[in-house]
């Protein structure tokens, strides 16, 4: 059925469900896995200098050390379950898009992703990665709360 699974993960316990659900499909359906984790790049907002608490090369360290520990949790349960899995830390503004590329150039049949289930005003106001992702994917995606 699948041959190339996309999960996309940020670490969360909404990502540890995708991953799960994802590493098992991936199982059933003997395909490969790409798990991906998507940091937007540094951003500075302040009036003053004084107030910047971190510079962007610690950003960028950050950031990457944390996306490579999500996705070293991800190869580990891939290799525990005998599952072919790389991965990918990606920098970019708009993580939906990093998404949908990926997708594409990797030649991926699924992308799997979490949805946190934003209502209201919050979810008009903050946008939908998981929505942005569904729209623009070529490719099947499947949605996990």
Avoid: W
């Avoid at 891939?78 to 599952?83: F, G, N, Q, R």
């Avoid at 992703?113 to 070529?138: D, F, N």
């Amino acid at each position: 059925m699948y041959q190339h699974i996309l999960i996309a993960t940020d670490g969360s316990q909404a990502a540890e469900k995708a991953v799960n659900h994802g590493l098992e499909l991936a199982r059933l359906c003997g395909a490969r896995v790409t798990a991906i984790a998507v940091h937007a790049p540094f951003r500075m907002i302040a009036v003053a200098p004084e107030v910047i608490v971190a510079t962007p090369p610690d950003y960028a360290t950050t950031a990457k050390n944390d996306a490579d520990a999500d996705l070293q949790r991800v190869a580990k349960a891939a290799e525990t379950a005998d599952i072919s899995c790389q991965t990918l830390a990606i920098e970019h503004e708009q993580a939906p898009v990093a998404i949908v590329e990926a997708a594409k150039s990797l030649g991926c049949d699924l992308i799997v992703i979490p949805s946190r289930g934003r209502r209201g005003v919050t979810a008009l106001v903050l946008g939908s990665l998981t929505m942005e992702v569904v729209s623009h994917a070529t490719v099947p995606v499947l949605v996990l709360r």
